[in-house]
């Protein structure tokens, strides 16, 4: 497994986010002082899959760079399902939505992602200019 940092302007949302959990995750980012867990991406479009208050509170922070786990959306190894009872969403729905910028509600899609790395813990300190390696093995 490894992640990857990636310019933070190559993502593209799918959903958006709630102001409360965006600033929990931003108070959570400048208290630990790092980023613990990767955003999930697809490797073929940048889009994030899971994510979207990560990503959006180290923007909001002016960080450049993000730490990244890229996958291939279209493996049959990563399914999708809704967060709501009685919705639906598929694949299609969250690439079309990340692709047209036409974004779904916030917590529409949880992503089932075997071996999802936790606790790569990355300096936010790394996440401003890319003056290193940019693989960060956990």
Known sequence: MMITLVPISALRQHEQILDKNLMRVQRDLVRDGMIKDPIIVDQGTMVILDGHHRYNAL????????????????????????????????????????????????????????????????????LKEKSHDNKFHP
């Open 59 to 126: 923007k909001r922070m002016g960080y450049k760079y993000v730490p990244v786990y890229l996958v291939d959306y279209s493996s049959n190894h990563i399914a999708v399902a809704a967060w709501r009872a009685g919705e639906h969403v598929t694949k299609a729905e969250v690439m079309r939505a990340g692709l047209t910028g036409d974004l779904m509600p916030a917590k529409t899609s949880r992503h089932i992602i075997p071996d999802r790395p936790h606790g790569v813990n990355v300096p936010l300190a790394v």
